[in-house]
């Protein structure tokens, strides 16, 4: 269990002085957290670790997860893709599915807290089937800045309702929905094996346990797989670049339980890397290896088509590793592109092996790039930012 003045040694005191500061008058008060996983993917990593802080700070935090079958998560795995300008055949069946499941859920749950933070569309509806006695918060994780229109229409009913929205971007804000909103930027835990330095024996242990050679420049993308994250596309642009430069590919990722598109993304992409030793695709879920991984790549890549943040890259950004990343969603926020990475149109194969060639063969751009990157991240984009940012959300809802 990790401490807030844990962080004192990397954010400073003043930064921890004003957490404390902040929380004061929200002692006892009690929160809910309510998202449909507990793994796999951003969401459910980011209030893995704030939970705890926020609990560190003396607040009551509960933290949920909504429970849904296959055919829940395949409606709203279709939900999603639709909010990020998806096309699909908006059913009254799926609206049954999307509601009913709420509504069981609601009949086995309680909620006696403060205030409620609701996260994503999956659990969006729960706040028809509570009397509400609280202010309730949606906060939306994902690119909202094209939505399919008789999608976003029918999930406004939901909205409206909600006393507060907060997003990751101020584009994905619509002005459409008249419910007070705030931005606040997800984050990474610079303390998890996921982000903390480590050795070069353990480095080297891992890329042995899992048949990484190091033998020429790795070029990595760390996501799950997902069509939005585009794994395939990266394999085309790798294939450009390896016209230049000879090296090899790392695809690391892992599935969400609530994305049932995964698993047949994983196969696409295994059939496209079948019998070749350029490419390494690895389905785990594992943190070290991901610290590894990012640590050792001459480029990371993150060509996503759409990107609500993105926390691949404010990792690789915090190691200091060179960032090629699509021009999309959240992601501009963190890459001043030729300063601290480069930023890309994800469609243009020939501009992203373009970048990635640059860097392979000027490795002193790459370490410029990379070192320029990590002040950025620790202003902005550190768990210790993002816990006052709703500590102040937390104190203007609930008038303290």
Known sequence: MKHIEDYRDIVGDKVISKIFQESRCLYGKKVLHV???????????????????????????DWRILHGSHDFFNVTKKFHNALQGEDINFSQLKKSVYT???????SYSHVDHDVVIIHDPQPLPLI???????????????????????????LKQFIIRYD????????????????????????IDPLTVKNKEIDQDTIDKYLNKYDIPDDKPIISQISRFDKWK????????????????DCRLVLLGSMAIDDPEGPGIYENVMEKASDRD??????KESDILVNVVQRVSSVILQKSLKEGFGLTVTEGLWKGSPVVASDVGGIPLQVDDEETGFLVDPE??????????????????????????????KEHFLITQQLLSWLKVLKTTLNC
């Open 278 to 283: 350029d490419i390494i695709v690895i389905n």
């Open 128 to 154: 028809r089937y509570f009397k509400k006695r609280q202010p309730w918060i949606w906060r939306a994780h994902i690119d909202l800045s094209n939505p399919n229109p008789e999608v976003w229409d029918y």
């Open 100 to 106: 009913r499941t709420n509504r069981r859920f609601s």
């Open 35 to 61: 998202n449909s996983s507990y793994q796999g993917g951003g969401v459910a990593e980011i209030l893995d670790h704030l939970v705890p802080l926020m609990s560190d700070l003396g607040i009551e935090v």
């Open 164 to 187: 507060r929205g907060v997003f990751s971007a101020q584009d994905f804000i619509s002005s459409d929905v008249n419910i007070d909103s705030e931005v606040i930027h997800p984050s």
């Open 230 to 245: 585009d794994p395939e596309g990266v394999i085309e642009v790798f294939d450009r670049v390896k016209e230049e430069v």
């Open 348 to 377: 243009d194969y020939e501009e992203v092996a373009g970048r990635v060639v640059k860097i392979l063969k000027n490795p002193e751009l790459g370490a410029k790039l990379g070192g320029s990157a990590l002040s950025q991240v």
